[in-house]
């Protein structure tokens, strides 16, 4: 194949990101048709971009003949159906997260993947892009560290958007930790406990913030993840792995140390996620890109998280919201893999 034809669907603030990335920043592909529920935003959108087209309705624009691949920038509500009908087509398609907006039609799409025999969805959980979570990830699987043993996580946003309430930091915000783990364990998510803390008085009105996420995986690794999303700073995102030869944590923000003329010394804290994980998001779509280019015709056309990994993260949210309202510990209930053969991963 020689440059890979993209659909972007959905140009607000992600879509609007990727169109920009994938016409400026990304070898071997070139955005070809855009859409989105506002026709304005997608003609302003394409409007930047050479040779690209506006087609209104999403499925059309991911039939088009001149689409080779799509990539998914629509609210997690559209998810589903623009991923069946991706599937149908047999177009490989780079969704952000959520893969669907609920746990049953997650399974849904990976069982439709898995019936076609191809694996064609990767999952936009970018932080696995990120190098500081690929050394870490590096690290444990060196075994200098021992086996890992506990993972804490902090998880925090200087201003939440208006309307954002406690079950959506479980679903925006807990998932990226939820992936995190997967990814730096290797392993599925059992059980899933959500603290309420004694709420920040800053928080909006009736939004429980901060939250704490207990997890617990197959073997019985515990897992801590401190989500606060009102704290009037910046965007920290901070991972500790702690093994049984010692411990290694990211996301410091050390990258340049200042000391200045007035005695203070520091360093920057990004403001949000597109500062934080700008070069991931770049790595993650060439990859992709890649991926497409040298998968073409054959059934493997993913380098990154895959259906699978949507649904368990699905499947690991569920639970989470169920604890939020209980406070009790919540079983992760996942569909047996084994039986879903070739789900990928
Ligand atoms: N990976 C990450 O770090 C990350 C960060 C933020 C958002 N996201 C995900 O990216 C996706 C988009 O989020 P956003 O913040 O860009 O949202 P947004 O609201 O800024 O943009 C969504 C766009 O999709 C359009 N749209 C809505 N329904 C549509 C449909 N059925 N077909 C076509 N277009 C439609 C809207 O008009 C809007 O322009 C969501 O799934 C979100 O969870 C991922």
Known sequence: MGEV?????????????????????????????????????????????????????????????????????????????????????????????????????????VTREVALGSRLIQVGFMRRFDDEYVALESLLDSGDLGRPLLLHCVHRNATAAPGFDAAMILRDSLVHEIDVTRFLFGEEIAAVQIITPTPNPGAPIGVRDPLIALLRTESGRHVDVELFVTTGVGYEVRTEVVGERGSAMIGLDVGLVRRSTTGRWGGQIPAGFRERFARAYDTQLQRWVDAVRSGAGTDDQVDGPCAWDGYAAAAVCAAAVESLETGERVAVRLADRGMLSGAGG
């Open 5 to 109: 034809r993209v659909a972007v669907l959905g140009v607000g603030a992600m879509g609007a990101d990727h169109v920009a990335r994938l016409a400026t920043r990304t070898a071997g592909a070139r955005v070809v048709v855009v859409s989105d529920l506002v026709t304005e935003r997608a003609e302003h959108v394409a409007a930047s971009v050479p040779g690209c087209r506006v087609v209104a309705d999403p499925l059309d624009a991911i039939a088009d003949p001149e689409v080779d691949a799509v990539l998914l920038a629509t609210p997690g509500a559209a998810h589903e159906k623009q991923l069946v009908a991706c599937l149908e087509l047999r177009r490989p398609v780079l969704c952000e997260k959520p893969l669907t907006t609920d746990v049953a039609s997650a399974l849904d799409v």
